[in-house]
């Protein structure tokens, strides 16, 4: 029997119908492994991921590994995206088993859900005989694992706990941060470390808050430079925008082929902070690339985005993308062939597998003359026609909360900017789904598929990032529904998350209980629990004026403070939050019967200090607390700019309001 065929999930309903007799995770499951005394099980991973993928052809659609699976244990199949909450604890307990963890993961477990054994992927002889030597010590060593598995909890659970040292996250501190990831940068390819190399969006985030507020060279080399090569490399869809998850290589050539929302989103605010920053061109297009590709590629029918695109396309890692010589004369003609193979790198011997090449760009495209930008953007549209008609990567279509939050807020920041009412029109968009489906009985959920709110509960990355969205939206419509929606979020951690000493717990007290109570403060492929909950609570508490909540802010800053200064690269959304504390942050608010079009909004947007919150509006708005009591002056419009909650004076013009904003 399997029991996947109902699962909101795309990755549970993949193996829908393996021979494997699959349970979702539930309580019944781990009661019938009690009932049966077997082991359980617990096999994680996620849509988009390509191991997972081979690991299922090879093993889990085999009748043998079925047949092995069904008569000695329960299995329980898990989405990570769905269930961070569990990824987490067993995904701490492979680390501190094997030194490293990944996906798929492979997790051995007593019926009460203790973990004994752990791995990630196995060749299926390899799976086969694993899964024969934990049954048979299960069998005849019983002590012998469930000792190890307490050994393995009591491991994890301090690996897991709040409370430990706390400092204030100063200049120093932040200063030290930014030092630190310019030492161990890579001078020659941008970015951090060899291979494989991911995109550093939330490191070069701070990187360019860092410069913004001490005038650092070297962070904004680094921030310019990791840009720049990323958008060069095949690590950017060079024809439909959007960026795969990382690089199989230290260079961005060639790369895992996958596409995540939340890459994409929290790189479409890098670009558009380089972007507002220097002018760049580059970084102005791969923006208005990625923001488009987000929402053409990735949105749903109901307005929400979508988690991912596939690594893969019909069992084949790049089939979609790949690109030879011959192909692209085929495609454009001998001249624009050859123009094409050059711009894009595609050469006789490949950079790929099988003589095939990704598409890189080898030429500077942003500054050329008129007739060669118009020869790219030809046979860019030509190119995106052909590859159309290729077989497509699949689409894991669940949207998660906090990923679509992520979005929300970088659509804002570009919108800001660019005044698109696409991109306008999209954040809001999403923000209705978010509200009006992912919010049940006061309580955020973490996932819904087709319009159906799926039962997992919202963990604390979810609560920072859609409440930091919901602030997003509140500055950019100026409707106050968005801020009360907001609050009554940031009140739900407050009383269900909070931990002693300041920090939080990735689950609600009342959430369900796992072997630990997880609490991870690093910022890792997307923002920790801690570091976006801290984002929201600063810009709620610059917002509203309510001091109570910044204070929870630093106090949660303050337990992550000691792992910036010693481990920065896993601390790029919290130290970019701590430049905006640094920084005031500003609070901004525009007195104009008209905010679109009006200078002293543009001004604002274009020239605020690192974090700052802006809103526009007339005198007096309902819902806006920062429009409250500040007239126009003369009749003009104005601008009141304050820094943590004390403000200059009125002015009316944009030369006095930038002069304001460059005092810090």
Not at 214 to 222: F, H, I, K
Not at 288 to 312: H, N, R, V
Not at 435 to 441: C, E, P, S
């Amino acid at each position: 029997m399997n029991r996947l065929a109902d699962a909101t999930s795309p990755y549970l309903l993949q193996h829908a119908d393996n021979p494997v007799d699959w349970w979702p995770w539930c309580a019944e499951a781990f009661a019938e492994a009690k009932r049966r005394d077997v082991p359980v099980i617990i096999s994680v991973g996620y849509a988009a991921c390509h191991w997972c993928h081979v690991m299922a052809h090879e093993s889990f659609e085999n009748e043998q590994v079925g047949a092995l699976m069904n008569d000695d244990f329960v299995s329980i199949k898990v989405d990570r995206e769905e269930r961070p909450d569990v990824d987490a604890v067993y995904m701490t307990a492979t680390q501190a088993m094997t030194g490293q963890g990944g996906w798929p993961m492979t997790v051995f477990a007593t019926p009460d859900g203790t973990p004994f054994f752990c791995g990630t992927y196995f060749p299926r002889p390899n799976f086969v005989r694993l899964l024969q030597s934990v049954a048979t010590a299960w069998r005849d060593q019983r002590d012998a694992v469930i000792t190890q598995g307490a050994a393995v909890v009591e491991a994890i659970g301090g690996a897991q706990a709040v409370g430990g040292p706390t400092a204030p996250l100063d200049a120093a501190l932040l200063d030290a941060a930014a030092d630190q990831l310019g030492g161990e940068y890579d001078e020659v390819n941008g970015g951090f470390g060899g291979a494989p190399k991911f995109p550093p969006h939330m490191n070069l985030l701070f990187l360019l808050r860092h410069h913004q507020r001490t005038g650092s060279a070297r962070s904004l080399e680094v921030a310019r430079h990791t840009c720049e090569a990323m958008a060069r490399g095949g690590i950017y869809d060079q024809l439909a925008g959007g960026f795969a998850r990382y690089s199989v290589d230290a260079h961005w050539t060639v790369p895992h082929f996958e596409k995540m929302l939340y890459d994409n989103a929290l790189l479409l605010r890098t670009y558009t902070q380089l972007w507002r920053l220097t002018g760049d061109p580059l970084a102005a297009r791969v923006a208005a690339e990625t923001a488009a590709f987000m929402i053409d590629d990735l949105g749903t029918p109901e307005g929400g985005l979508a988690s991912a695109l596939d690594a893969d396309t019909e069992g084949v890692e790049g089939l979609t993308y790949s690109w030879t010589p011959e192909q692209l004369v085929e495609a454009l003609g001998e001249d624009d062939g050859r123009f094409a193979a050059d711009l894009f790198a595609v050469t006789e011997e490949g950079s790929f597998e099988h003589g095939t090449s990704v598409l890189r760009l080898a030429r500077d495209v942003d500054d050329a003359a008129p007739d060669v930008a118009a020869r790219w953007e030809r046979i860019r549209a030509r190119l995106r026609e052909v590859r159309d008609t290729r077989p497509q990567p699949a689409r894991d279509d669940k949207v998660v909360a906090s990923w679509n939050g992520l979005a929300v807020t970088a659509l804002v920041e570009h919108t800001a900017l660019t005044g698109d009412p696409v991109t306008a029109a999209a954040a809001v968009r999403i923000g209705e789904v978010l509200a009006d489906r992912h919010i049940v009985d006061g309580r955020l959920r973490r996932v819904s598929r087709a319009g159906v709110v799926g039962e997992p509960a919202g963990v604390l990355e979810d609560h920072g990032c859609v409440a930091e969205a919901f602030c997003a939206l509140h500055q950019l419509t100026g409707e106050g529904r968005w801020l009360t929606l907001a609050g009554r979020l940031l009140d739900v951690a407050l009383e269900r998350f909070a931990a002693p000493g300041g920090g939080f717990y990735d689950t609600a007290d009342d959430a369900e209980r796992l072997v630990t109570r997880p609490a991870d403060p690093t910022d890792n492929a997307t923002p920790s629990g801690r570091s976006a909950i801290v984002a929201a609570l600063v810009a709620y508490a610059a917002l509203t004026g309510e001091t109570r909540y910044r204070e929870a802010a630093e106090a949660a800053l303050s337990t992550v403070a000691p792992i910036v200064g010693r481990h920065a690269r896993f601390t790029g959304y919290a130290a970019t939050v701590g430049e905006a504390l640094l920084s005031g942050p500003y609070e901004i608010a525009v007195v104009t019967e008209e905010p679109t079009g009006d200078p002293l909004v543009a001004a604002a947007h274009r020239h605020a200090p690192p974090g700052a919150v802006i809103v526009a509006g007339r005198p007096g708005q309902a819902g806006v607390p920062l429009l409250a009591d500040r007239p126009m002056v003369d009749g003009q419009p104005t601008a009141y700019a304050c820094r943590g909650f004390v403000c200059e004076r009125p002015v009316t013009t944009v030369e006095d309001l930038v002069g304001q904003l460059g005092r810090r």
